[in-house]
C-alpha cells in the first residue's frame, strides 16, 4: 500500500508494521522517522544496516521476536536496504509481529523493482517514496521554521536560502539554525546575512571539484574551474579538501589491496561514506593504485607549502595542478 509523503497521518490508522520509504531525499527520510515513528515513542531503537541483517539473519530473527527484559514496544530501523532483503520481509509476513515496527530505509528503486511491488501491492505493508524537495515544499520548511521560532525574512532572503539549498532540506535546516543563533545578538536579519553565512554553493563546487578530480574526471574538473570564479583565498580550502578525501582514498585502497571486495571496503567504510557519495568514491579507487594516491598526496602537500610561501597566483598554481596528472 503506497502512502504519499504528504499523507503520513494515515499512519496512524493504517495498522502496518513495516514501512519501506525509498528515494534519493533523506531529509524527509529523517523527519519522517522523527515525527512519526521516534515523537512520543517510549521503547527500544535498534539500528542496523541490511549487511549486518542478512549476514546472521537467524540470529537476528531470534532476537527480534525474544521479549525484552526492559521495554514493550522497539523500533527496528534498517539502512542502506536494497533487493536482497525481499526475503526477509516475506519471513517477516508470516509471522505475528505486535510490539514491533520495523522501517527499510531503499535508495531509489525502479518501477520493476520486486521489493517496490511487494510493498505496494501487499496491505499489510506501507511504502513512501521519497523524491527531491521542489520549490513549493521547501518554503513551507522555511515558513514552519519561523513561525516556531518567531522570525521574519524577506522573500528574497527566502529565495536565496532555497537556492542555495540545492534541493536538500538537511542543507536547508542546517542555514535556518545558522540564522536562529544569530538573531539572538541581531534584531534584523538582512540579505547581507543570508549570504554570509549560507556558504553552500562554494562548499559544494569544492567538493564536486575535489570529487572529480579524484575520480579522473579531466573534463568535468576543466568545466568547474572554469565556471567558478575560485580566489586565492579559496586555494587553500580546495587543496586541503583534496588532500583530506586523498587520505580516505589512500585507507580504502589499502583495503583494497588485502584481498577485499572493493564494494564491501566502502560499505562498511567508517567513518561512513554518505550514499550519495559511493558511485564516485568508487571510481577514484578504481582510478588509482596505492602507491599513486601516496605520491599523490606527497604532491599535494608540496603544493599546499608552495602556495603559503608565494601567496600571489596561489589558484593559478593549484589549477595547473588540477589539469595535470
Not at 57 to 66: A, D, I, N, R, W
Not at 160 to 188: F, P, T, V
Not at 306 to 315: F, L, T
Request: proline share 1%; net charge positive.
Amino acid at each position: 500500500m503506497i502512502i504519499k509523503s504528504f499523507e503520513l497521518d494515515k499512519l496512524e490508522f493504517s495498522g502496518s508494521k513495516i514501512h519501506l520509504i525509498y528515494g534519493n531525499n533523506e531529509g524527509i527520510k529523517e523527519d519522517i522517522i522523527k515525527n512519526f515513528y521516534l515523537k512520543n515513542f517510549d521503547g527500544e531503537v535498534l539500528k542496523y544496516d541490511e549487511l549486518e541483517i542478512l549476514s546472521r539473519k537467524e540470529e537476528f530473527m531470534s532476537e527480534l521476536f525474544s521479549k525484552s527484559l526492559f521495554k514493550n514496544n522497539r523500533l527496528i530501523i534498517i539502512s542502506r536496504a536494497t533487493e536482497k532483503v525481499i526475503d526477509l520481509v516475506a519471513e517477516l509476513l508470516k509471522k505475528e509481529i505486535i510490539e514491533i515496527k520495523i522501517i527499510i530505509q531503499c535508495q531509489n528503486l525502479e518501477k520493476k523493482s520486486k521489493l517496490r511491488s511487494l510493498f505496494e501491492k501487499d496491505h499489510q505493508l506501507i511504502c513512501t517514496p521519497v523524491y527531491e524537495d521542489d520549490f513549493r515544499s521547501l518554503t513551507l520548511i522555511i515558513q514552519n521554521f519561523l513561525k516556531e521560532n518567531k522570525l521574519n525574512l524577506s522573500q528574497e532572503m527566502k529565495n536565496i536560502l532555497i537556492e542555495r539549498s540545492k534541493g536538500d532540506r538537511i542543507n536547508l535546516k542546517n542555514e535556518l539554525w545558522k540564522l536562529k543563533n544569530l538573531s539572538i545578538s541581531k534584531n534584523k536579519l538582512r540579505a547581507e546575512d543570508v549570504l554570509k553565512l549560507s556558504n553552500l554553493v562554494e562548499n559544494y563546487s569544492v567538493f564536486e571539484l575535489s570529487d572529480n578530480y579524484l575520480a579522473k574526471n579531466s573534463k568535468k574538473v576543466s568545466n568547474i574551474l572554469n565556471e567558478n570564479n575560485y580566489t586565492d583565498e579559496d586555494c587553500i580550502l580546495i587543496i586541503r579538501t583534496i588532500l583530506n578525501k586523498s587520505k580516505r582514498l589512500l585507507k580504502i585502497r589499502t583495503e583494497i589491496d588485502n584481498n577485499l571486495n572493493i564494494d564491501q571496503v566502502i560499505s562498511n567504510f567508517k567513518p561512513p561514506i554518505f550514499w550519495k557519495e559511493k558511485n564516485i568514491v568508487k571510481k577514484q579507487a578504481q582510478s588509482w593504485s596505492t602507491d599513486e594516491v601516496k605520491k599523490m598526496i606527497l604532491k599535494i602537500n608540496d603544493l599546499e607549502m608552495s602556495v603559503k610561501k608565494n601567496g600571489v597566483n596561489s589558484m593559478l598554481f593549484a589549477s595547473n595542478f588540477l589539469s595535470n596528472y
